[in-house]
Every structure is written in structure tokens, then in C-alpha cells.
């Protein structure tokens, strides 16, 4: 289709291709002409005193520490089981161990064998998996209330019998998934860096010194024995925690957790690590290379951690430095002396030590020496002069906002529950978030200086990370590195494998043993009430889409524009992109820094980004601050400035952003299959970051910036979604004084072109040369007959059997049983035009061919006569209908619940709907609805790998064979 214009603007060519519009005259937008009166932000006090976890504490009598939140907001419980064992307790020769042991927990235990996943997702357990780290191990779930006993069971199950279902095969199959773990991680640009953070910041020896995921060596090296006894000296529970927030009381718990805790026998004492903060003795300079942008200068220094106060105005350095978007390094070396295109200062922060981590990425055609000294010139004025009193103010707010948002979530990776176990466990504590927040506050500059020139004044670690083939790979980091002065020796080896481990005797009398002979049956599960949905247009003719969550003192907001990557022209594809980092970079009353400045004052967080068919600005604003954060958000949205002096800077970044997507091998892959299995001339046949075409971003002007957003960031193309701690009555009043002058162009609103044809495929592969890749990613994909609006329950249900969920045909087959992958998914994407079948397989190189085989056979057999099983139906209903309550437990989730209720014109009561819809499903349906769609014989195969050691490997295939280089290459 055409543009048409009435103005001056030569947009005309770049835009014709996708829509069809007027334009005119660009015109600066007059700020609201009714403002609500709005307060002075809520201060730093004010925010800490609306967090808060009560809690009540038990401990059985084996030492197991229970905590117990009530919170009845959703009937849903989050459980997060944490041990006192993490990467530092492992010796020489067996770095890895504790995350490798973290795998074999949820590979089944006695009393419930087989995978820990399968009896979680038949309950509809959500937020479920497990992570370790330096000082801990941890596993979480939150399950609806009427399956806590299950899940009780389960945990305590894995805690308590646990080695009778290690097996020699489990073992091998985990090896094989955390190497390839580790194999993905390093494939990542800067996937060696931690090693290098690590092993020159700490001598060896020190707990500190390795990474969690280990080497490849000590993982091969582990035995069936050593890997028991790691369970015996570590995971008795009173080397643990337990906590229980949400729909549950203490009397409740005490029964339950009594009842399948309390006759596991205490594990022994565990001996306290020694981990000092060591000193380098001189400064210390290293440099690396890697497929990456442009080179990056980092300054490195090992700090205190939770253990020594010293660690909280370290933190507030790192915001202050190079934490926020107004940080001293984002001025300094990113927009005044334009040295850097991006830069990051933070406190990695552990129980007993913790890392200073700044870092500069150049930008193109700057001299790193220039860049360095400016980088060091920064850091050493902010060593000498401390953040200043409104500085210090803003990370602090920015801060406690981010607690707030976090504590809507009883479960998880860092909702209540962990917040409550991490404070007891590493700080003696359930209650440290909130003295670490008191202090926050009234935290004074001088504090930070002094602080930070006491730590920051020692001999640093300086890398160099510069662009170009790695000298090394990752095989054989992560353990211990002897160095040259340690003459040889050794720390001492674990424990010999059938050393007697004694079990200290759990005081008083032994509980009860509950009954293990089958999983506890679940109880009555409460079904889903989805918040109503309440409505409103303002006066200018934009759509309000309401619903109430007071959990928190918190409102998402977030505009929704018809536009998306999809609105991108087809001659000037990352336009759009460009033009939302731009509005990033100030409106016409506040230049980029100021912005920045307004957002944090108010604890914000306000952003702009695109999916493929929708452009979306949100705010995550803080309930008092709601009317100043609304004024400011129309501020953004109406009125970008699009300044000159920042568009040249702003161009350098995307350059860079798309020159590390060629860099990455996942991002290789999207940019190289969308334009495939779509064509270049429809809209989703274009890489599905946005970011669009080198060539085009060098040219972007100024007014091409402003006429896209005229034509497509316009009040009767926009509707407006909310959800929060305030009332719809309040939520229009603000947004009328704050958007309701906002008026349409008098031109007809754009629209979209998706006629263009699919092209027809033929099964074939595309092999992308990126030589030395540890590791292969293999992509996949197939344009589907139907669209993202219609009712595609069934087809969802039977891609969720083949590779939508952990438990899929195709993850069991190449992670859990082959041990090749990480991690294998299928993905129906579902926008509003033609949906797609995506596969993503990163997998060993070695293994990529028979990995395809894998794939294209298991496709076979589930559409070819192996349909979807009884078990296979079962836990895909249950889990699906069981975890409604807890899938819209926060906020942000019902909001997204809410757009695509109303973006697919679906019935307010949908999501009300979908648990009797689930169990009327049949096998026959999902079968039916998977030899329609989950086809094999036209899905074309992206690989992105080392093609020496692939192409060998794709002759068994009888596929044809395309081959290119990586463009990064």
C-alpha cells in the first residue's frame, strides 16, 4: 500500500510499504491543559514502611527452621526450601558438585520415583524449579492450597529418601545436561568472563574462587559415591530452611511440616566456610578476546559481603556510579564525552564476599586508552567526593520500589517466601530486607565515600575484553587454577567415598513417620476468580481497561499502540526501534538526564518497547506517586523530543545492539529463519528483535523519527490497561488531566498489510558457520494456516505435549534421557496474524545431526500414530486447570490476562472459562489438531555452529544442506 502526505516530510518512501495514512506538518504537542494537583514524591521513609513479611518461626525438633507467612490474597502457597550448601563448600576435584547435585534432586527420590516436575505440574504448581549458588542451594514451587500436602511430601521426600533412587544412569544423564549447561553459557559473548572475575579476584583455594557450574573434568569425574555422600554431609535438615507465604497459618504448618518432616533424621554439623576478602597484592591487567561488538573495559575489585555492613553503601555506590539511568558514568562517558555507548557499575553481593563490577562498552572508533582514563577518571572523583545527598536519594527510592514491586509474589525466585529464607540463612535473620531498607534510608553521602574509598582504593583487576576469536574456550574453567607460587600443593580432597559419616541424633522424641506409600491426594482446589474488568473512555475517545489488585502499594499502567514491528516499513526496517530508544532520551521540557532524574525521584519505572504487532509504553509507578508518574508518562508519550544532539549517539547504540545480535548465535538464528518462513514482504518476515537493518539505521533522520510517531503513537490508536492499588474513578481522573487533551491527527489512522504471501517450503536446512562454538543451536519453524485470534486451545494443548513444557517428547528425549541439551522447547506463536511452530534446541556439537533425527522423529511419531497419551492428557489437564490461581497471583499477570482478553476479543470471563474447556478436552481432539498443524515435511532448520564439526553430520539426513557464514564472523 501507499502513504499519502500533506507534509514536507520524504517519509513517504520508507512507510508506504506497510500502511496507509495522511501526515502533517510536524508541531509540537502543548502539555495537558488540567493537571491534577499532584504531591511531593513520597519519600525514601515513607516507601520502607509499606514493606513488610510478617512472619512466625518454628524449628523441629531435628533443626529444620520453618517460616510462615499468611497471605490470602490468592489460594496458593510458595514453598522455598533453601540449603546452607552452594559452590563454596566444594574442594578441589569436585567443583560443580553442588549444582549437579541440585539436578539430581528433581530426578526422583524413593517414594515418589520419577520426575520431580511430573507430579508438580499435575497439581498446577507454578514459579516451580531450583537454583544453586555460591552459598546455597535452593528449590521452590507454589502450588494451589489444596495440593500443600503433596508438594509437602515431595520436598520432604527428596530431603529425607533420596538415595535409594540415585542411580548410575541418572547420574551420567545430569552430567551430560549441566555440561551442556555450561557449553550453552560459555557459547554466550562475554561466556568467559566470570571465570576470569573469579579466578584473578580470588586466590585458589578460596571458596569464591570457582564458578557454580564447575569444569568439565571434576563433572566427568564424579561418581555414584561421591555424589551420596555429598547428600549425607549436606542436606539434613537442619542445614536448612523452610518457608511457607501465602494461603497457610503457622497451626497449619506445624501439622503439615511436623507430619513429613519431622521424622527425617538431623544431617551433621556443618563446618563453617572461612572465605576473607582478599587484597591483589599490585594491580592486576588482562586481556581477552571474543566475538563481540566493540571492546569493553572492565574494573574490578573484591568486596565485603553480607556479613560486613560495609556491603549496603557499596551497593549504593554501584546504583549511584552506573546503576541508574541518570548515573554518574551514564552522563559522563555515555552522553557528555560520548566515549561509551553503554556503561554498568553494580555490588555483586554473596554471603561472605562479593565482587565491585564496573564496565565500559566502547563506542566504535574510540580509543580505549581515552576511554579507560575517562572510565578511571569517574571512579576516582566519586571515590573523593561521594554521591550527592539527592543522589544518594534516588538509588535509595529506586531501591525500595524495586522491593515493594517484588513483594507481591509469595513464592518464586524472589517473592516473599525466598526473601524471608535468604535473610535467616545468610544473615541470621527472616527480617534483613527490612533492616538492610532502614538503613538504606537514612544512609548518609559521607557513609558511601567513605566506605567505597576504603574498598575501591586497593589494587584493581582491570579486563579487557577485545573483539576477535577467543585464544581459549570454557572446557576446562570454572575449577580451581593452581598458581604458579602455590608450588603444587592442594587443598584437601573430599572425603574418601565410603568414609562413616555419623548423623548427629535429632533431640527429643523421634516424630512419626507419615505414610510414603503413595503422593498425598489433593484437596479441594478453589477455582479461578479473575478480577473484574472494569471500563471508561476518556474524553478524547481512548479506552480504559481497569482491575483492582491492592497486594501492594503499586499501579501498572501500560498504553497499548496498533503498531508493533509489524507497523515497521519494509524499505526502513528499525525505525520504529530507534524511534523508542529515542524517547529514552527526553521530551521537549526535560533532556535525557532530566528523565531520567523525574523517574527515579518518584521510584518509576516507566519504558517503551514493540512485540510484532504492538507498541506499548508502561509504568510501573508507586501508589502515592501515581499522579506525578502519570504527568510524567504523558510527558514521555506526547511530547519526545527527538533531540540531534542525542540521535547520533542513539544511532551508535542500536549499530551496536544489532552488531551483537551477530554476535549471538540464538539471535543469529531469529534474524536468519523470520525472513525465511515468512518472506521479506510480509510483515513478521523480519528479525524479530526490531532492530532492524544496519544500513537503514546509519541513515534515520530526525524527522523520519517524528513522522512515525505521529502516524502511529496516536490517542484513537492507543487504549489504556491498569491494574492496581487505586479505583477506576481515581485512575481516569489523573489520566484525563494528564492525556485527555490529547487529540488525533485529523487523518485516518494507519493500518496494516498482511496479505503478502507465505512462501511455500520444503524441509531443508540452513547452516550458519560460526567457527569454535562450543556448542550448536539449532532452530526450527513452519508458518501455521491460523491466526492469533482464533480459539486455539487445542492446538496450544498438543504443542504443550510435544515441546511446550518441561515434561515435552522432545526435552525428555534430548535432555532428560539423551543428556545432549539443556533444554529443548516448542513454541506456538501466537500473534495477531498467521501463528508460526518454532523449535529451539541448543545442543552439543557433536550431537547436532542425531539431534535433528531426534527431533524430525519424535515430530513423526506424535503425528503418525503415537498421539498423545493417557498420562500425557491427564497431567496436561490437571496442571492447566489446577495453576489458574496462581498464574494471575501478581499484578503484571493480570494485566497481561487483561490485553489479551480484550486484543483477541475474548469474553471477560475467558480465563473463568478455560477449566471445564480443559477437561472436556479429548486425545482425539489434540490429535486431530497435531496432524493438521505439527507438520514435518515443509519446517525449515536454522543451525548456528562450528560447520567443520556439523556438516559431517547432516549427510544421514537427506535434508538439503544451505551453508553461510555468520555475518559476525
Known sequence: MRLRFTAVSLLALSLGACATASMEPAAAVPP??????????????????????????????NGLTVLVHTDRKAPVVGISVWYAVGSKHEPEGKTGFAHLFEHLMFNGSENAPGDFFEPLQQV??????????????????????????????????????????VTQEKLDNQIGVVQNEKRQGDNQPYGLTEYEQLENLYPSGHPYHHSTIGSMDDLSSATLDDVKQWFRDHYGPNN??????????????????GKWFGAIPAGPAIKPVVAPVPDLPAPLAKTIYDRIATPRIYRMWAVPGLDNPDYLPLTMAGTVLGGLASSRLDNALVREQQLAVSVTARAEIFAQAGQFVVYA??????????????????IAKFLAEGPTADELQRATTSYAAGQIRGLEQVGGFGGKAPTLAEGLLYQGDPSAYKAALDRAAAMTPAEVRAVTSKWLSRPVFSLTVEPGDRKEGGENRGGYIIAPEAGGMQPAFYNGPFAAQSLAAASGAAAAEADRSKLPDVEELKPLDFPDIERATLSNGMEVYFARRDAVPVVNVEIEFDAGFAADPKQRLGLQSMMLQMMDEGTTTLDSTELAIAKERLGAALYANASADKTTVGLAAMEPNLAASLELMADYVRNPAFAPMELERVRTQQLTRIKNELNNPGAIGQRALAPVLFGTDHPYGIPPSGTGDPAVVSTITREELGDFHRVWIRPDMAKVFIVGDTSLAEAVKMLEASFGDWQAPGVPAPTKDFSAPIP?????????????????VILAGRVLQAKGTEDLL??????????????????????????????????????????????????????????IAELRKDLAAYTGGNGVTAQELERMINGNVRQLPGQFETSRAVLGGIQSIVNFGRPDNYYETLADRYANLTAEQIDAEAKANLLGDDLVFVIVGDAAIISPQLDQLGVPVETREAAGN
Not at 33 to 61: G, H, K, M
Not at 249 to 257: G, Q
Open 32 to 61: 495537558p491543559a488540567e493537571q491534577v494537583a499532584a504531591a511531593e514524591p513520597a519519600s525514601v521513609e515513607e516507601l520502607v514502611d509499606a514493606v513488610s513479611i510478617p512472619y512466625e518461626r518454628f524449628t523441629l525438633d
Open 361 to 378: 562498552d566502547a563506542k566504535p572508533g574510540v580509543d580505549e586508552a581515552t576511554m579507560a582514563a575517562a572510565l578511571d577518571a569517574e
Open 794 to 851: 487445542i492446538l496450544d494443548s498438543a504443542n504443550e505435549v510435544f515441546g511446550g513444557s518441561f515434561l515435552s517428547r522432545i526435552n525428555m528425549n534430548l535432555r532428560e534421557t539423551k543428556g545432549w541439551s539443556y533444554g529443548v522447547r516448542s513454541i506456538l506463536n501466537q500473534p495477531i496474524d498467521r501463528t508460526s511452530l518454532l523449535i529451539y534446541a541448543p545442543v552439543q556439537a557433536d550431537r547436532t545431526g542425531d539431534s
Open 760 to 776: 511455500p517450503q520444503t524441509s531443508r536446512i540452513i547452516l550458519i558457520n560460526r567457527p569454535n562454538s562450543p556448542q550448536s
Open 124 to 165: 498446577g504448581a507454578t514459579d516451580f524449579n531450583g537454583t544453586t549458588w555460591f552459598d546455597r542451594t535452593n528449590y521452590f514451587q507454589t502450588v494451589p492450597t489444596g495440593a500443600l500436602d503433596r508438594a509437602l511430601m515431595l520436598e520432604s521426600d527428596r530431603m529425607g529418601y533420596l538415595l535409594g533412587a
Open 240 to 257: 536448612a530452611v523452610l518457608a511457607l507465604a501465602g494461603d497457610i497459618d503457622v497451626a497449619t504448618a506445624r501439622d503439615k511440616v
